[in-house]
């Protein structure tokens, strides 16, 4: 049955609808998927005699932007932090830092977006898929807190935030593809390995912008 996903491109509203219980649980989603032992589905709801999708606030699933927003400012305050503790704060640092973080953002944007189209998925909202893009940013500030309080947990932590990222990717992308395509087909070799670099896409993402 298909869903209607396609009118929340213009309603931003739908993607701030949340409260402090969604926050904490996504979180833990996005940092710890390996321990999500709930589905992966989206919530549906008849309105006006056809299905759409719930807001945040009523599923764990549902795309948001206010967490991508909050963490990518929380990122670039670190960052700023950082730069401090290394003796190394200017102005000019940090405006470099929040432009790399914006184009990162972009590129992740981009990445997802071929993939998806690639898989037969192209008319996801393209806010769905910068909402699923900027869920790297929460990895990104723990990995920079960590780095903050023991500079050596950066060649642990960086690698894990990475895996931890690609494995809620990858299940995100999979459930997109098999449940909100509009004109889904199966190709499992392909759907692998498209899978599979978007696991991988996060490794540089995470070394790059983690390096500050």
């Not at 830092?97 to 590129?107: E, S």
């Not at 920079?144 to 060649?155: A, D, F, K, Q």
Request: proline share 5%.
């Amino acid at each position: 049955m298909t869903l209607l996903v396609g009118r929340f491109f213009s309603n931003p509203q739908y993607y701030f609808n949340v409260n402090e219980q969604y926050v904490r649980n996504k979180l833990k989603v996005i940092l710890l998927p390996f321990l999500h032992r709930g589905h992966w589905t989206r919530v549906a709801e008849p309105v006006g005699g056809r299905l759409s999708f719930k807001p945040p606030i009523y599923d764990i699933n549902a795309p948001d932007l206010y967490i991508p927003f909050m963490a990518f400012a929380t990122f670039i305050i670190l960052a700023g932090f950082s730069l401090g503790f290394m003796g190394k704060f200017t102005p000019e640092a940090l405006s470099m830092q929040f432009t790399r973080a914006a184009v990162g953002w972009v590129l992740q944007i981009a990445v997802l977006k071929s993939i998806l189209s690639s898989l037969g998925s192209s008319e996801v909202p393209f806010l769905d898929v910068a909402s699923y893009s900027g869920y790297a940013f929460a990895g990104l500030s723990v990995t920079v807190i960590m780095r903050l309080i023991w500079g050596s947990s950066y060649y642990f932590i960086m690698p894990w935030m990475s895996l931890c990222m690609g494995i809620f990717m990858v299940k995100t992308t999979r459930r997109i593809v098999s449940t909100e395509a509009r004109n889904y087909e199966r190709r499992s070799s392909r759907q692998h390995y498209m899978l599979l670099f978007v696991a991988i896409a996060q490794f540089p993402f995470f070394f790059l912008l983690g390096r500050i």
